[in-house]
């Protein structure tokens, strides 16, 4: 019998593997394969692969144990048996277990293992893609200098798409890697971390970009946008102003031209807004010009309308105050017109009636008919030259009716006193005594006086009608002079008008002296009546009454009506002449307070109490406005109800008042435009000077960067890098020429917010950045031109050694071609 199929020698054998299992599993549960996941996976793969072997060993030596069972049985006792069924059963445990530590373990090592390599794997990819956008990034940023809109727009949209999937991938990355680094060990842990950390500062830094350029984008769309809306609108201005300048003028039509004027007026009045438009539009279109937005194409397009619509912004401007000088012109004009059809009319009408009148009374030699033919000379260019003109004015368009009446009276009354001149000079003149021809006389056209002559027969019939008839001649005469005096009066002169209620009233009293004369003319008929009984007498003598009667009355009512009126007229103008003082009053009020307005300061505090004083002084404006409209008011009345009486003063007065008020009123509307301009300047002055010191700090930069690239011993010998520079000052000098007129604007702004800080600490404060602000600004262009001058210099000696080397080389040519034409030395 074999000594391995002896009971006591197998149980050994089982022993001794129970014991190797047993040292095999404190192995396998060992700090080596039980510590972090991630930390020596090397020596863990080692060991495993070492352990599987073992265990390979292990179960080729349980097989043989199993196969020995039956043989060793047969020959142990009982006992013997029982233990090795004992063992047995050990070794079966044991060996399972430690196969399922075994499998448990390599099991967790490939999963940390697959895990890793999927992470390091995932990391890669995402690394890749990271590169892959940021080449994106840069391309667009490279392409702004000649960008398609859509085309940005498609890629920003593709990146935001990619970053969304990716969103996925970095959160797991971060996930799966903070596991990973938990169970790595430090040094590979850090590794790790840090790979992680560039990986997300890489992909914040991407999404940071992204919404920088979408914003930017976004921004700049806005802002296109907004501009060509702020465009059109400012377009439809200067449309509806051309609209304005272009409507025609109709020089005999007021109402037209002051509807125009108001037009003119109120277009003019939105200039200085619309100035300060275009001004912000050229501003964003310059911007606009210099985006990486716009296609050539339209940054042509553009730069062409805003040249248009600054060259019609000129014109306009230039228009419209034109258009407004002409209206006004032509308003004075035709107001001249009409007032010279008045007076000319008022000084025309009373000449015809008494022409006319003349003409009626068979006396001729009672006037004098060649003062008046002289007078009627004198004013005939007057008379001719306003019809011309009223020809001339109303040739396109008829005159208003009222105005067309007058000129059609006028010229019928012209005519008929020309007419009337030669008939009278025609008539056999009597040796009765001429009565000189008053200028301001009016006569009724109603009254018709006409002396009928006695027949002879009747006088020797009756010879008492001789007495009659002369007594009846003298009270006619007397009337007829009383009928040819009317006075015109002066409006608003009160005296004048007291002086003619008195002449008025005189005129009266000598009527009523001369009543029993005209009782005694008509006793005198009714007795020579009763004792004729001539038909014709008493028919002459019946009409001849009923004539002077008609006469009398006719001149007793005129007196008293105008009389009447002198009166009105005297509460009238005196009503308006105290409004006018009142009103006069109020306007030296307000022109010396528009007198001792102050210099517009330049301070918050004083710019606040000016405007505060111009608003209570405006507000006192609108209550003083009343005693105007009074004025007003009072004027035209008396225009109305005594246009045929001089109301030259009235005019002149109203409207020395009423231009007054409008200059006033100008003059506040003015200075209020200059508070809201100089707080506009001074909240708009510090933040214009933060950002052209900025901008002055980046250009002192690029100079030095220059200056110090220009200086370099070896410049010369880089003709692309001289070229270089001077592109890159040619961009830094035109930064310089655009912010010049900033400069200068700055300059002058600060100076006038200097005055008024004058002797405080602001205006030292001040005083000192300006001064800062001019020293940089000058030692900044004399950077700039010595700079310019270097790379002249360069530029110069590359041009001379360009021409140096081109000689040199025509020099050689020349020289090869006289060898080849030369023989050979000693033949050939």
């Not at 863990?44 to 692969?49: A, G, V, W």
């Not at 448990?104 to 990271?130: C, G, P, T, V």
Request: with cysteine; proline share 2%; net charge negative.
């Amino acid at each position: 019998m074999e000594t391995s199929y002896v009971p006591s020698a197998y149980l050994t054998e089982i022993q001794q593997l129970l014991q190797a299992l047993s040292t095999l599993e404190d192995f396998l549960i060992s700090s080596t394969l039980q510590g972090k996941d991630y930390e020596n996976l090397v020596r863990k793969e080692d060991d495993l692969k070492k352990i599987k072997d073992t265990i390979e060993r292990y179960s080729n030596q349980i097989e043989i144990i199993q196969n020995k069972k039956p043989a060793v049985l047969k020959s142990a006792t009982h006992g013997e048996s029982m233990k090795i069924e004992e063992k047995l059963t050990q070794l079966t445990s044991q060996w399972e277990k430690v196969n399922k530590i075994h499998w448990d373990q390599q099991a967790k090592f490939d999963k940390s293992l697959e895990k890793l390599r999927n992470f390091h794997h995932d990391m890669k990819n995402f690394n890749l893609w990271l590169t892959e956008i940021e080449q994106t990034l840069a391309k667009i940023r490279v392409e702004t200098g000649d960008p398609n809109v859509s085309k940005s727009k498609q890629y920003i949209q593709d990146l935001q798409n990619d970053i969304e999937r990716q969103q996925a991938v970095i959160r797991n990355l971060n996930i799966d890697g903070d596991k990973i680094i938990q169970q790595s060990p430090a040094t590979d842990a850090s590794i790790l971390r840090e790979q992680l950390d560039g990986l997300n500062f890489r992909w914040k830094e991407i999404c940071r970009q992204l919404a920088e350029r979408k914003k930017r984008f976004d921004e700049e769309q806005h802002f296109l946008a907004e501009l060509q809306h702020n465009f059109n609108k400012f377009v439809l201005w200067l449309n509806e102003a051309s609209t304005v300048v272009s409507i025609p003028d109709e020089s005999g039509n007021e109402y037209q031209l002051k509807a125009t004027l108001q037009k003119v007026k109120l277009t003019m009045e939105e200039l200085p807004s619309h100035k300060g438009i275009l001004n912000q539009l050229n501003e964003a279109g310059g911007k606009a010009l210099s985006s990486a937005s716009l296609t050539p194409e339209a940054k042509h397009n553009l730069d062409s309308r805003l040249k248009e619509a600054n060259h019609r912004w000129i014109k306009v401007s230039k228009d419209l105050p034109e258009k407004e000088k002409e209206i006004e012109y032509m308003l004075n004009n035709l107001n001249q017109f009409e007032q010279q059809l008045t007076q000319l009319r008022l000084w025309l009408t009373p000449i015809k009636d008494q022409l006319v009148l003349y003409n009626q009374v068979d006396q001729p030699g009672t006037f004098d008919i060649k003062g008046i033919e002289a007078t009627v000379k004198c004013k005939q260019p007057d008379v001719e030259g306003i019809l011309s003109k009223g020809r001339h004015l109303y040739k396109e368009k008829p005159a208003t009716q009222p105005v067309m009446k007058k000129l059609e009276d006028l010229n019928t009354d012209w005519k008929t006193v020309n007419h009337l001149i030669q008939a009278l000079k025609e008539k056999p003149r009597s040796a009765v005594p001429a009565e000189s021809f008053g200028a301001e006389t009016l006569v009724s056209k109603e009254t018709t006086i006409s002396k009928q002559e006695m027949p002879s027969s009747l006088l020797l019939e009756i010879p008492a009608l001789a007495d009659f008839n002369k007594a009846w001649a003298d009270l006619n005469g007397w009337l007829l002079g009383r009928v040819i005096q009317f006075h015109i009066v002066t409006i608003g002169d009160l005296d004048e008008i007291n002086d003619m209620v008195i002449k008025q009233k005189a005129t009266l009293q000598d009527l009523e002296q001369r009543r029993p004369q005209l009782e005694e003319l008509i006793t005198t008929a009714q007795n020579l009546k009763n004792k004729t009984s001539n038909q014709e007498a008493r028919t002459i003598i019946t009409d001849q009454i009923e004539k002077i009667q008609n006469q009398w009355d006719e001149v007793q009512g005129q007196i008293q009506n105008r009389r009447q009126q002198l009166h009105e007229m005297l509460k009238d103008s005196t009503q308006w002449l105290e409004a006018k003082q009142e009103a006069e009053q109020i306007l030296e009020c307000a022109k010396m307070k528009v007198g001792t307005w102050k210099e517009i300061s330049y301070t918050v505090e004083e710019l606040k109490k000016q405007n505060a004083e111009l608003k209570q002084f405006a507000k006192e404006l609108r209550q003083w406005h009343i005693n105007v409209d009074v004025v007003n008011d009072l004027a035209l009345k008396l225009l109305r109800d005594y246009s045929t009486d001089d109301t030259r003063k009235v005019q002149i007065m109203t409207n020395n008042i009423n231009d007054a008020w409008s200059t006033i009123n100008n003059s506040v509307g003015e200075r209020e435009a200059s508070l809201e301009a100089a707080l506009r300047l001074l909240q708009e002055f510090y933040l214009d000077l933060e950002q052209f010191l900025a901008w002055l700090t980046e250009a002192e930069t690029t100079a030095n960067i220059l200056q110090d690239a220009t200086c370099k011993e070896r410049i010369v010998e880089d003709a692309q890098g001289v070229q270089e520079l001077m592109r890159q000052w040619q961009e830094l000098q035109k930064e310089i020429e655009t912010h010049t007129d900033i400069f200068h604007s700055l300059d002058e702004n600060g100076q006038k917010i200097l005055r008024s800080l004058e002797g405080s600490d602001d205006g030292a404060l001040l005083q000192r950045r300006l001064d800062n602000m001019n020293f940089r600004w000058s030692e900044l262009r004399k950077k700039s031109l010595n700079i310019r001058s270097h790379l002249e210099a360069s530029s110069d000696q590359w041009r001379r050694l360009h021409l140096s080397l081109q000689e040199l080389l025509a020099w050689l040519q020349l020289k090869e071609d006289e060898l080849k034409q030369q023989a050979p030395i000693g033949g050939d």
